[in-house]
Antibody, heavy 121, light 107 residues
């Protein structure tokens, strides 16, 4: 059974960098797309980006200038950094395993429990 | 950028069939997935590749995708199906795209 667990500060000051880590168990993290998704309070899901096990990344275009996702296969962890945060970045942040099937099929089969990050001074 | 549109809410009587739609340009030429999210919980995958059910998801959940619309159908609904449902696809230009979500009420 694959399990993902987010960790990191629950409060970040405006203009600073949000940093979260996702620890994976039950999967060697040597394939698939390791992803971050967020959900502002009371709103819908927003994909942030992913890192492939090879190290290749892909980010949502509107966040690309502020986002970085990295992977540490030895620790079975992947991390999110989001710079220059504002109150609009307040959200529950989820890590998830993305599966890319044939012919552009794509879905998330395992999700972490989510962690609320509040941006406030 | 590619967009998916869902109705904000759908209501159904217990035991009846609920249909939740997801619209996007030529969505039928892509694959659609669906997630169920109950309050305070993480999303759960209920349909992938238009109509496939992950292990553990009841047969009451089914999906289809044609033209510009993907549809999640839940038969024999009960209050345990009350949740927010999100559709999702992959677009070559936009990456992963989620719909805005639909609140299903069973009453």
């Amino acid at each position: 059974q694959v399990q993902l667990q987010e960790s990191g500060p629950g409060l970040v000051k405006p203009s600073e960098t949000l940093s979260l880590t996702c620890t994976v168990s039950g999967d060697p993290i040597s394939s698939d797309y390791w992803s971050w998704i967020r959900q502002p309070p009371g709103k819908g899901l927003e994909w942030i980006g992913y890192i492939y096990f090879s190290g290749r990344t892909n980010y949502k275009s509107s966040l690309k200038s502020r986002v970085s996702i990295s992977l540490d296969t030895s620790k079975k962890q992947f991390s999110l950094k989001l710079s220059s945060v504002t109150a609009a970045d307040t959200a529950v942040y989820y890590c998830a395993r993305g599966i890319a099937g044939y012919s552009s099929s794509w879905y998330f089969d395992y999700w972490g429990q989510g962690t609320l990050v509040t941006v406030s001074s | 950028s590619y967009e998916l549109t869902q109705p904000p809410s759908v209501s159904v009587s217990p035991g009846q069939t609920a249909s939740i739609t997801c619209s996007g340009v030529k969505l039928g030429e892509k694959f659609a997935s669906w997630y169920q999210q109950t309050p305070g919980q993480s999303p759960v995958l209920v349909i992938y590749e238009d109509s496939k059910r992950p292990s553990g998801i009841p047969e009451r959940f089914s999906g289809s995708n044609s033209g510009n619309t993907a549809t999640l159908t839940i038969s024999g609904t009960s209050t345990m199906d009350e949740a927010d449902y999100y559709c999702q696809t992959w677009d070559s230009s936009s990456g992963v795209v989620f719909g805005g979500g639909t609140r299903l009420t069973v009453l």
